[in-house]
């Protein structure tokens, strides 16, 4: 395919509409949404927004636009942070959102299948009534097949795992139209090459997900959480690191700067003290809480920790976790016609002090307003930079600025993506992460797997 933009002519159109039953729309709004996400990526509108409802149709979509060398850009929710969902080259947006049934509930085995466009809080919602939840919380309520692609994590994973650990079994369409199923709905498998952990994290340039087996968990009996304040974000950050080699079997443990707590205190009427904060959550029987929940408090004293408080109402709780997960948009509704630049750090623990200390100085010398945060338990941390989206060359300096940080993340023994994935923005990083020889084999797995380069084109790679 070449790098030109496509668009479709009438006929195009008119084949697209038979073949999902008229679910085919060019109306200047539907395009428009479905030719941004939550990054600060210039839209770029589809062509066509084609909706579909089953695998075979997804089947039958991409094997005609392979044939007629359409791009096809998979859509979800459109929370990504990397330009994902953005169609470059115009074409299909592929949208999966009517895709949202809840195929098969197994409590006795912890697992659940779903069609790819069902949201995740919309899946813990029904499972709660079994006494079962789907642990990955990237904050955005994201399609699952979404965060499938992007190779999602949050504030979770350092206790529950990533999308890559979560994902069982997967059914996935090619760019030809084969329908594939990778993977088994059990705990241990040797059997032949890990086909779902390629597809997870690939961003919709090897295949479409339309179905997915996922690993669940049992809710915990009690689930508590505190906050800690810290003098410097020093502190905080190391307090965290030594939290995690302490071995305490904490649920979540997220790091924000001033700046953070001060935006969310204002986005979600807190009354936060506004210093660098750790937010923890511990799950277990009441007795084992309290007890990690005091481990903790010893630890964190060592490293300056002070004013540690309890969140065990349960309301207090989930209050104080959607402040975090509504974090980003705090930054935005403080700084009015900004737009937020999110970087997506991690590295070994023992490196995390010095990587965090690297960005604030860093960042602490240009002109941009900026937050820190993230979660640190795992060494993946956050910054984000503010725009005037008014002015192109402060989105350019930032790229250039972040270009630069995670350069020296990466020398750290650390990469340029710990969730967000590559996307239009990290094209270049990943070859300074992977080396040129590991890149040129993906370009031949994509190869085999998408040899007209329809989908997604320009994400991870360059065409």
């Given at each position: 395919?070449?790098?030109?933009?496509?668009?479709?002519?009438?006929?195009?159109?008119?084949?697209?509409?038979?073949?999902?039953?008229?679910?085919?729309?060019?109306?200047?709004?539907?395009?428009?949404?479905?030719?941004?996400?939550?990054?600060?990526?210039?839209?770029?509108?589809?062509?066509?927004?084609?909706?579909?409802?089953?695998?075979?149709?997804?089947?039958?979509?991409?094997?005609?636009?392979?044939?007629?060398?359409?791009?096809?850009?998979?859509?979800?929710?459109?929370?990504?942070?990397?330009?994902?969902?953005?169609?470059?080259?115009?074409?299909?947006?592929?949208?999966?959102?009517?895709?949202?049934?809840?195929?098969?509930?197994?409590?006795?085995?912890?697992l659940?299948?779903?069609?790819?466009?069902?949201?995740?809080?919309?899946?813990?919602?029904?499972?709660?009534?079994?006494?079962?939840f789907f642990s990955v919380d990237p904050g955005a309520d994201a399609t699952l097949g979404g965060m499938a692609a992007t190779g999602a994590a949050g504030t979770t994973t350092v206790r529950y795992g990533s999308?890559?650990?979560?994902?069982?079994?997967?059914?996935?369409?090619?760019?030809?139209?084969?329908?594939?199923?990778?993977?088994?709905?059990?705990?241990?498998?040797?059997?032949?090459?890990?086909?779902?952990?390629?597809?997870v994290g690939s961003e919709g340039t090897l295949a479409v997900i339309t179905e997915l087996s996922l690993r669940l968990f049992g809710i915990p009996e009690k689930m508590g959480a505190a906050v800690v304040r810290f003098p410097t974000l020093h502190d905080g950050v190391a307090a965290a690191s030594a939290v995690v080699r302490s071995g305490v079997p904490i649920a979540r443990c997220e790091f924000l700067d001033a700046l953070s707590i001060r935006n969310i205190n204002a986005h979600d009427h807190l009354s936060l003290s506004e210093s660098p904060t750790l937010f923890f959550e511990f799950h277990g029987s009441p007795e084992s809480v309290m007890e990690d929940g005091r481990v903790v408090q010893e630890i964190l004293?060592?490293?300056?920790?002070?004013?540690?408080?309890?969140?065990?109402?349960?309301?207090?709780?989930?209050?104080l976790w959607q402040a975090r997960h509504n974090s980003h948009f705090a930054a935005a509704a403080a700084h009015p016609g900004k737009k937020g630049v999110s970087t997506d750090m991690a590295v070994p623990p023992s490196?995390?002090?010095?990587?965090v200390a690297m960005v604030d100085a860093t960042l602490s010398k240009q002109p941009?307003?900026?937050?820190?945060?993230?979660?640190?338990?795992?060494?993946?941390?956050?910054?984000q930079l503010m725009a005037d989206i008014s002015k192109p060359e402060e989105l350019v300096a930032i790229?250039?600025?972040?270009?630069?940080?995670?350069?020296?993340?990466?020398?750290?023994?650390?990469?340029?993506?710990?969730?967000?994935?590559?996307?239009?923005?990290?094209?270049?990083?990943?070859?300074?992460?992977?080396?040129?020889?590991?890149?040129?084999?993906?370009?031949?797995?994509?190869?085999?797997?998408?040899?007209?380069?329809i989908l997604n084109p320009g994400k991870i790679f360059r065409n």
């Amino acid at each position: 395919m070449t790098a030109d933009r496509i668009d479709l002519d009438a006929h195009q159109l008119a084949d697209l509409r038979v073949i999902v039953d008229g679910r085919v729309s060019t109306n200047e709004s539907v395009l428009d949404q479905h030719g941004h996400d939550e990054s600060a990526f210039p839209p770029s509108r589809p062509s066509a927004v084609v909706m579909v409802n089953s695998t075979e149709e997804v089947s039958r979509v991409l094997a005609y636009c392979n044939t007629e060398q359409i791009p096809v850009v998979p859509f979800g929710a459109g929370t990504s942070l990397e330009g994902h969902v953005v169609p470059i080259f115009g074409g299909v947006s592929l949208d999966l959102t009517n895709m949202n049934r809840i195929l098969e509930i197994r409590p006795d085995d912890l697992l659940v299948r779903v069609q790819a466009g069902v949201t995740r809080m919309a899946l813990n919602e029904k499972l709660s009534t079994y006494g079962i939840f789907f642990s990955v919380d990237p904050g955005a309520d994201a399609t699952l097949g979404g965060m499938a692609a992007t190779g999602a994590a949050g504030t979770t994973t350092v206790r529950y795992g990533s999308m890559r650990e979560n994902v069982m079994a997967l059914t996935a369409v090619l760019a030809d139209g084969t329908v594939i199923r990778t993977g088994r709905e059990t705990r241990k498998l040797s059997a032949g090459y890990d086909l779902t952990r390629l597809l997870v994290g690939s961003e919709g340039t090897l295949a479409v997900i339309t179905e997915l087996s996922l690993r669940l968990f049992g809710i915990p009996e009690k689930m508590g959480a505190a906050v800690v304040r810290f003098p410097t974000l020093h502190d905080g950050v190391a307090a965290a690191s030594a939290v995690v080699r302490s071995g305490v079997p904490i649920a979540r443990c997220e790091f924000l700067d001033a700046l953070s707590i001060r935006n969310i205190n204002a986005h979600d009427h807190l009354s936060l003290s506004e210093s660098p904060t750790l937010f923890f959550e511990f799950h277990g029987s009441p007795e084992s809480v309290m007890e990690d929940g005091r481990v903790v408090q010893e630890i964190l004293s060592e490293f300056h920790g002070t004013e540690f408080e309890w969140a065990n109402d349960e309301g207090a709780r989930r209050k104080l976790w959607q402040a975090r997960h509504n974090s980003h948009f705090a930054a935005a509704a403080a700084h009015p016609g900004k737009k937020g630049v999110s970087t997506d750090m991690a590295v070994p623990p023992s490196k995390l002090a010095a990587a965090v200390a690297m960005v604030d100085a860093t960042l602490s010398k240009q002109p941009f307003p900026y937050t820190i945060l993230g979660h640190v338990a795992d060494g993946n941390f956050h910054s984000q930079l503010m725009a005037d989206i008014s002015k192109p060359e402060e989105l350019v300096a930032i790229r250039k600025l972040v270009h630069e940080m995670t350069l020296k993340i990466i020398e750290m023994g650390g990469t340029c993506t710990g969730e967000h994935g590559i996307g239009a923005g990290k094209i270049d990083l990943l070859v300074a992460e992977t080396g040129g020889e590991a890149v040129q084999v993906m370009r031949g797995i994509k190869a085999s797997m998408d040899p007209n380069g329809i989908l997604n084109p320009g994400k991870i790679f360059r065409n």
